[in-house]
Each structure stands twice: as structure tokens, then as C-alpha cells.
């Protein structure tokens, strides 16, 4: 399996973990929150280059985020220790909030760097840190040697002398402020702001907007400027494989391929669409206490509204698609979190309707009910079980259904809660995961189809998804076609066997997903080859045609009988191709032997382009792996999906626990222990594929 480090969700203090990496450190609750709020904001209007013409609400935002911070009621954290670095490029004058805990100076790229080292040097484990950058953000498209246009973009912030603050760069420095503190925040209101810190697309360029345009010089493939002891470890969890970086959270105003739109506001000053709409939407929320404990899974939905009511004030500009990078469970000031269950995302529409963001490619299909919840409790409990039903708010069945996209009616009036989130309580027949048993029991085969999610096929039926073998007396193994034990079962424990099918039955979301995505028009355009890297440093710091030389040079890992294999403990990395016409948004999940999912990551490829997956998204910091504890060889298999959607979210189609684990908790519990749910992607209907990949991990 690929080992993944999951968030800590303890309530200690960190002052006994300070040795640990921090994000094994665990958080540090804001009852008992003592540090100091780094806020560091980048407010670039005035550009010294004819190459980028000045904008006009940039530092307008960052005035409104420190106002944000500063002003009752807060941030949840006394004035006094919130520390404020302004690098601002203006010709206005400061305006009249400040004092000893502000300082201002200039935002050209050596202040830029020179702040971030600054805040790296000063920032302890019990700190917070809010980054927020309002600008203009560039992409680049390299030349070879002869002048000519090449395939290789990069990305990045451009400083107020034309500069660069690169996104391999930018990715180091945020990586590094996430070492020493487990809350840190980063926000990007610029042109191609997800892309400032991954992946290379083509541009569109306007001088409208806050996109660079043409004309910019290239960043400095020889002089990029990374935090030092950012030298990853084999040896330990900081080269291994993280899903959506439990570390830190990052907004950005828009995809990669987007650009970010200006808005005008109050008294005719300029905003940023992503600002006015994040401050809009945390301004609704007027107590202290509201914002200490508000998370971003919580502001996300309002947010997103209030960015498209926004633009479709200004509809002769394109649109933008805010994106979140990292936990939505993490809270929007810092402070303890625990993981949370995400649901699908559900809304009243204008016309009274019930609007869910999955549909017909997850198996969300006329029909099925889905159970709404309000924010809480954090993990949705077993199904059907009284906590469950007492949890509930409501339940609706699907009326009608798109490929992501669901209208549901409620089976009983009830009002939505803030925060609510929905889950498949009961899929149609088709939707069930298949088991065979061997030898069949009718008996246990009855009491098995209790469960909406499972279908026990019949002596002579085949096309089996999942096997048993064993009975009542000497217990059972479960089996699929590439783990022959995925979990085993004490004797006579019934219902924790269904508890883990059910469990697998989530788990075989990820696996159907890839054979639902199957647009003749991307057949066979999307590709995964496994590199090895020996030397995971060699990688620190290239960009362009170095970058793209040095991972011609990896060797392929080798094959046996064309299946990728490959030994604990060496490194390697996903290099994904699109050979489509069409730009994609590629995820990345491991189907881990055992019954894990771990969603990896997701990163932006243009038409015929080759990205590639690192650990944390950050260059030079490689993939690790290691056998499960069945044995000394397993098989994991790697599923990309790839879709032109821009508003494609799958990251809730991950699971955190094998089926053994569920197996053994529900053995623990009571003979009465229901299953895990079943939780699916959301996303946006376009063109869709997939391809999976196994990579047999075996022992040294």
C-alpha cells in the first residue's frame, strides 16, 4: 500500500511534539491558542513595467482582509497579537488603520522573498499564518534553443518589477511555513492563481484582468530562490504520500487557465472578484466566536455563491472558478480541526429545489435517496442505526439527474441547516456491490441483502465484484480480484462482515468511476507512467527545459509481465500525458490493497502536455511505498480521471480506513454494528476518461 499520514484530530497541546514534523504535531485548540496571527498581505497595484499594466483593487483587497482581521469582531484572536507585514506597491496614500505591530515595505521580488524568509525565521508551532496576495499572476511558455515555442509552461506571481515569484518557488515557501505551524492559510486573488502553485496550461491573456499579458520576460530558470532544509526524507512520513494536504489550505481565485476579474464596489473603488466575495461572505458572520470556529467547509458553498452572483453582474467577462486546495474541514482562522465526512454539497436553488452536486457518473440516478445532515456530527454514523436517524434532518429522493448534477424533492418538509451535506442512504438495486460467496448461505446471504449496498449473487450468477469464502464457524475472508485477502473475519461476527462490504462497497466507487468515464472523444488520451528518482534534490529548483530534460532522464520502473513493480522504500512519481485536443483536469487515486482509496492529487494538463504527480504537489519531493501488513507483496491500483469540467471536485470519493480496520471496529462494537457509508465525487458534467494502472509493491 501507499502509506498516507492521516490529519491528527487530538485536542493536545503541541508543547510536548515540537521534535515531530508539524504535521504529525497535533493541533493546537483556540481555547488555549497563546501565539502570535502572522498575517502577511501583498498588495501590488503600480507595475514598473510597461509589460504589465497597473491594476487599481489590489490593495483595496488587502485593506479589506487586514480590516477583516483587525476590526471587532476579528479573527478570534486579541489585535494585539496579530502581526501585520504589508508589501505594497501603490501611489495612494496608507490609509488610517495601523501601529506598532504593522509594518509596510515595497513588493518587488526581493521583498517578496525577503518577507517570506522573514516569516519562515519567525514563526513557531502554536502560531497562525495568513498569506494573501492580490496582483497579477503570469504564465510563461518556454522556448528551446532555437527560439522555438515549446510545450512547457510555467506559472506564477508577478512582482512589482516585473518579476517572478515562480510556482515551484512559491510551493517550497509554503511547504516550508507549514513545517513549523499546522495553520496556515494562503490566498491568491490573481490570473491562473491554482496554478501558482502546480501544473503548466496555456493563457488567454487581458490586460482587463489580472492576468500578466505579453511581453513579460522569463522567469529565471537559473536564480529561483527556495526556503533551505526543504530536502525531503525517504526515510521518513515526509516523503511518503499525503491525499489533499492536511497541511495548509490555499484559495485561489480561479483555475489555472482562468483569469481573475476586478469588481467595482462601494463609492466606486475596485475589488477583487475572489476578496470581495471572501470578505462578503465572512463579513454574514458577526461574532467572534462564529468566525473562531467557522471552517472552510462551512463557507465554501456561500462563497461560491456569492462569486457567481457576482460575475453574472459583469456577463461580458469570463467566468472564474474559485478553487480550494487542501482540508475543507480546516478552520478559516486556524485553530483545532477534525476530519469531517463531506457529504455531496446540496443547495436550494432560486425556484425552491433541492440541488445536489452528483449525478448519474456516481451512481446518484432518479430514484435514490439521499440523507441530509447539518454540520455535525463530524463522521456520518452507521446507517440506519438510531444515531443516524437522530442525526438526520431530512431525506430526499432524486428526481431527476445529469452526469454530476442531481434535483431532488424531500420525502418530508424540513428546513436546510447552514453546512448541510448529503449522502446516498439508498442506491437503486443496480447501484449494489456484487458478492459471491463461496460456499453460498442462504441464510447469511439474507441477512446480508438488509443492506441497500449489497447484492449476493446466486450459486450460478457470476461477474462477481467481491468474494467470501469461509462460514460461521472458522470465520470468512474477503477477496477481490487482486488482494486475496482484502480483510478476514472472526468466526459467527455476521454483522461486521457487512460492515466491511459495505465498507468496499464506498471503497468500489473510485474503481466503477473509471470504467462510467468513457467519452469516445478522450478514449485512450489519458496516460500514467510510473519514474523512479533516485535523487529526489536534483529536481529542487529546475523549471523549463532543465525541468523537462532532467525527467526525460528517469528510468521507467520495471515491469513484470507488463504490470509496473516496485520495491518499499524507492522513490518514484506519476507522470501523467494528455494526448486529447482538450485541456483536462486529471485526479489521481490509489486503490490501495486492503480497501483504501486515497485521493492523491489533482493537477491541469493542456492539450498534448505531460504533468507530473509529486508528493504534496511539491517539485522534488518524491512518492514512497510499502506493503500492506497481508504480506510481502501487494497490488495498488492507481486511477486517473480526467474531464474538461473546471468545477470538478472528487476528493470525497477518498476512503481513510481498510476494510480490516472497519471490520475490527465493528467487531468490537456490538453483533448489532451497521456499515460505513457510501460517500461519492462532485462535479460538473463534460467529457470524461480514466485509466488505471497496478503497481505491484513488494519487499526489499
Known sequence: MVQVVPPNDTEASVADDRCLPAFQRPPVPMTEFAGTFH?????????????????????????????????????????????????????????????????ERGATREDILAGLSELVDAVRPEDRVHVHYSGHGGQYRWKDARGSATGLWSEGLLTSDGA???????????????????????????????????????????????????????????????????????????????????RYVLLAACQSHEEAQEKIVA??????????????????????????????????????????????????VPPQQPWLIGRPERRVFGGAWKPQDLGFAIRIDGDGRFRVRAGTLMGVTPGTELGVYASKPDRFPSLGSDEDLAARVGTVSVVSAERTLALCAPLEPFELPEGARARVVRPLPAERLRVRMEPHDGALAADLERSDFLRVLGPEE??????????????????????PRVARVPAGLGDALRAGLEHYARYNQVLRLATSCVDLELQGSLSIRFLEVRDETEALGLVGPAYEAWLDALPELPKENGVYSIRDATGFVASARNASGHKLRVFLFDC?????????????????????????????????????????????????????????????????????????????????????????????????????????????
Not at 463 to 471: A, C, K, N, Q
Request: aromatic share 6%; proline share 6%.
Open 39 to 103: 498575517l502577511m498581505l501583498i498588495g501590488v497595484d503600480l507595475y514598473e513595467t510597461e509589460a504589465l499594466k497597473s491594476l487599481n483593487g489590489c490593495v483595496n483587497d488587502i485593506d479589506a482582509v487586514e480590516a477583516l482581521f483587525m476590526e471587532p469582531p476579528g479573527c478570534g484572536c486579541p489585535p494585539e497579537r496579530v502581526r501585520v507585514t504589508r508589501l505594497v506597491s501603490t501611489d495612494l496614500p496608507r490609509g488610517a488603520r495601523g501601529g506598532p505591530h504593522v509594518s
Open 592 to 700: 490501495a490493497a486492503g480497501g483504501q482509496a486515497y485521493y492523491l492529487r489533482d493537477l491541469e494538463l493542456r492539450a498534448g502536455e505531460r504533468g507530473v504527480f509529486w508528493w504534496g504537489g511539491q517539485q522534488g519531493q518524491a512518492l514512497f511505498a510499502e506493503p500492506t501488513g497481508h504480506g510481502a507483496r501487494t497490488v495498488d491500483r492507481f486511477v486517473a480521471v480526467g474531464t474538461t469540467s473546471a468545477k470538478a471536485e472528487l476528493a470525497s470519493m477518498g476512503t481513510e480506513h481498510s476494510v480490516q480496520e472497519v471490520v475490527d471496529a465493528a467487531s468490537r462494537r456490538s453483533r448489532d454494528a451497521r456499515g460505513v457509508r457510501l460517500r461519492k465525487p462532485v462535479s460538473n458534467p463534460e467529457l470524461w476518461t480514466a485509466t488505471v494502472v497496478p503497481l505491484v509493491i513488494s519487499t526489499s
Open 267 to 316: 463609492d466606486g473603488a475596485r475589488r477583487g472578484l475572489l476578496t470581495h466575495s471572501l470578505v462578503r461572505s465572512l463579513a454574514r458572520v458577526d461574532s467572534a466566536g462564529g468566525r473562531r470556529d467557522l471552517r472552510w467547509a462551512d463557507l465554501w458553498p456561500d462563497l461560491l455563491e456569492t462569486a457567481a452572483s457576482a460575475a453574472r453582474e459583469q456577463p461580458t
Open 164 to 246: 517572478w515569484v515562480t510556482d515551484v518557488e512559491l510551493n517550497h515557501w509554503i511547504g516550508a511555513l507549514a513545517d513549523m505551524t499546522d495553520h496556515v492559510t494562503v490566498v491568491l486573488d490573481c490570473c491562473h492563481a491554482s496554478g501558482a502553485t502546480r501544473g503548466w496550461t496555456d493563457s488567454s491573456p487581458d490586460v482587463a484582468t489580472r492576468g500578466g499579458g505579453s511581453g513579460i520576460p522569463a522567469p529565471g530558470a537559473d536564480g529561483l530562490v527556495l526556503p533551505p532544509d526543504r530536502t525531503p526524507d525517504p526515510g521518513g512520513f515526509h516523503g511518503r504520500i499525503l491525499g489533499p494536504d492536511p
Open 462 to 483: 457470476a461477474d462477481h465484484e467481491l468474494l467470501v469464502t469461509g462460514d460461521a464457524e472458522k470465520g470468512w475472508t474477503i477477496a477481490d480480484e487482486v488482494d
